[in-house]
Structures are given as C-alpha cells and as structure tokens.
C-alpha cells in the first residue's frame, strides 16, 4: 500500500513520516526514540514546583520561586476601583497605607 501526502489549500497537513523519515543532517537514518531525544529540551524552570527546583546544574528562573500551595498564603484583599476589562486579577494584596 502506498503512502501518499495530504494537501489542504496547498499545505502539507499529514504526516512527516510520509515524505521524510527521521534523519540527521547528513542523511544518515535514525530510529524515532533517537530523533526525539535530539530535539527534547529540558524542562522550564519557571514552570517547576518549589518543591521540584536544586541548586546547581539548572538553568536560572526568571521569576522568584514561591509555594502557592503552603498554608498561611492571602488570598482576600482591597478590590481596586477602576479595573474595567481586567483580565488578571482586581483584588490588591499587601500593605496599603
């Protein structure tokens, strides 16, 4: 049985397989595990729990690491006059003077 290519409105919609087998860039084939380990990247440090973050050996976060999950986080605050449209959030939290 042949394989044949799918084109939507003139674009390739099935699968790469069908037209390119895993390979390297000098045309040697490769097996599909070894093919995703190459473009596998490690995960993003700003997306791991605290729980799950070492020092050494990682990237550098971006943003401080905090766990939401803990007791004693504030939930409640002010609501802030003129949101309109908000799309993040109304309430304020911390110290108002």
Known sequence: MAKFSQKVMGKEVGS?????KPHTMKGKTM???DAMM???RPPDPNTLLAKQSTPG???VARV?????????????????RGTGAATKG???RGPMC
């Open 16 to 20: 790469a397989d069908v037209y390119a």
């Open 64 to 80: 401080s690491m905090g766990d939401p999950a803990r007791d004693g986080v504030k939930t409640t605050g002010t609501k802030m």
């Open 57 to 59: 050996g990682q990237n």
């Open 90 to 92: 109304v309430m304020s």
């Open 38 to 40: 190459a473009v596998s």
């Open 31 to 33: 097996n599909t595990k």
